[in-house]
């Protein structure tokens, strides 16, 4: 009953956070943790997979209708999607990306499956502290040149930050509590939640007050009939773009980002008329590059996204223990027992939500901006006291959370992603570098 409470919450929140520009995954995950922290693992993971995979199909409603992107990764469908609506073919569109989506999570979950199938004797190498202590320098090295337009200098200082910030309280590596500096409440850790808060959500919203909504084009009613003939011609642009975002959401960092746009290019090359051909191919890869982006932390416990970072934090406090190999056949039970039929059954409920509820849902999109983001305001606000009331530090949480708007104003132009991921993780690559130099 929990599992099925978990799909249904999770679909609501991304079918919700999907269409409002600026949110998507990482912020609908930070505004739900309040929900969900004391859920079980399988309940925590059915969760973030129902909003990843509906943020990926109902970002695209906005992008389409209005050519505003609802996620980072809709652009494509903002520069394809407004091509249809311009035309009166916006439910065409849409239409594609659902069916699309369904496909590439089919080919994501068959690709998983043969790739487990075939290096199943060698999986215990991915356990070893040497592959850890690559993986996390590749996800270090990704924070430092990705983010931020490349500037290497400012990233490095944010992962200083974010790591220096993750030191006070408790260490994995030495007994007892450390940089606290005789504040009561550092001894315990800065909380997690002001900072997701302050340096995620509040700069969003400033970015949300800016953004300009274009006019809704009259549109033609489409049959679902026509989409699916529509689909049956471009069947292979969606199968491209299925293999690619598969392979190229395993990439730290840009997963679904990387698998939309290098799907895009790829079909614009083979087909630079067809605007058809290059929306579905981009949307197909959102969604299997969302699955396969999944796969390094249920199979050896490493997140490689923003977003995963916070799941991450909260698997870790329901008593998820992945790090062991002996764990691993119950996580591919897992996988494909549990996450696999939820997953598939959730693309197809997208495919039920866009047909209706398209157009109603541009009603949030279309809401007075300031209306909206004093909502989400005091929303937040709430949410935090909340956290700090169960963590009996409700004073501390609120001050915290009052600096890190305050940064996250200042700094607004900043993505703040590498000072997340080194704040939340740096417990854990302090301890497997510490075991690697001591090996």
């Not at 520069?79 to 239409?95: C, D, F, P, V, Y």
């Not at 909502?375 to 409700?394: E, F, K, M």
Request: charged residues 10%; proline residues 4%.
């Amino acid at each position: 009953m929990e599992q099925l409470i978990a799909v249904i919450f999770g679909i609501c929140v991304g079918t919700i956070t999907g269409v409002i520009p600026g949110i998507g995954v990482l912020v609908a995950m930070v505004l739900s943790t309040p929900f969900i922290m004391h859920w079980d693992i399988v309940s925590l993971l059915l969760f973030y997979m129902s909003v990843a995979s509906m943020v990926q199909f109902t970002g695209t409603v906005p992008s389409i209708y209005l050519g505003v992107p609802g996620e980072t990764n809709s652009l494509p469908a903002v520069i394809e999607g407004t091509k249809h609506s311009r035309k009166g073919l916006a439910q065409l569109g849409i239409g594609l990306s659902a069916i699309g989506s369904v496909l590439g999570s089919m080919v994501a979950v068959l690709l998983t499956w043969l790739a487990i199938e075939s290096m199943s004797k060698y999986m215990v190498f991915f356990f070893s502290n040497q592959v850890k202590f690559s993986i996390y320098i590749i996800i270090i090295l990704f924070c430092i040149f990705v983010y931020n337009k490349k500037n290497f200098l400012l990233n490095l200082i944010l992962c200083m930050i974010g790591f220096a910030l993750s030191m006070p309280g408790e260490s994995d590596i030495s007994p007892g509590f450390r940089f606290w500096f005789g504040i009561t409440d550092l001894k315990y850790g800065i909380p997690l939640m002001p900072i997701l808060i302050g340096l995620l959500v509040v700069p969003n919203l400033f970015k949300l007050k800016t953004i300009k909504n274009n006019k809704i084009v009259n549109q033609m009613t489409i049959s679902f009939a026509r989409v699916c003939m529509a689909f049956k011609s471009k069947i292979l642009s969606s199968l491209r773009g299925s293999v690619i975002g598969f392979f190229c959401g395993l990439v730290p960092g840009v997963t679904t980002v990387l698998a939309t746009n290098a799907s895009y290019s790829l079909e614009k090359k083979l087909h630079k008329n067809n605007s058809s051909r290059q929306l579905l191919a981009s949307e197909t890869a959102n969604n299997a590059g969302q699955f396969s982006s999944m796969l390094p932390l249920l199979l050896i416990g490493i997140p490689i996204t923003g977003s995963e970072v916070v799941l991450y934090s909260l698997l870790i406090d329901a008593g998820w223990s992945p790090f062991q190999f002996d764990n691993l056949d119950n996580n591919i039970t897992m996988i494909f027992s549990t996450i696999v039929p939820w997953f598939v059954l959730v693309n197809v409920i997208a495919i039920l939500i866009a047909w209706p509820f398209a157009k109603q849902l541009l009603k949030i999109v279309g809401m007075n901006k300031n209306i909206l983001i004093a909502t989400i305001i005091t929303i937040v606000i709430l949410l935090n006291l909340y956290v700090g009331i169960l963590d009996y530090r409700a004073g501390p949480y609120m001050i915290y959370l009052l600096l890190f708007s305050v940064c996250g104003i200042m700094f607004r132009n900043t993505e703040t992603v590498p000072l997340i991921f080194m704040f939340i993780l740096g417990n854990e690559i302090e301890g497997v570098f510490y075991r690697q130099f001591l090996i």
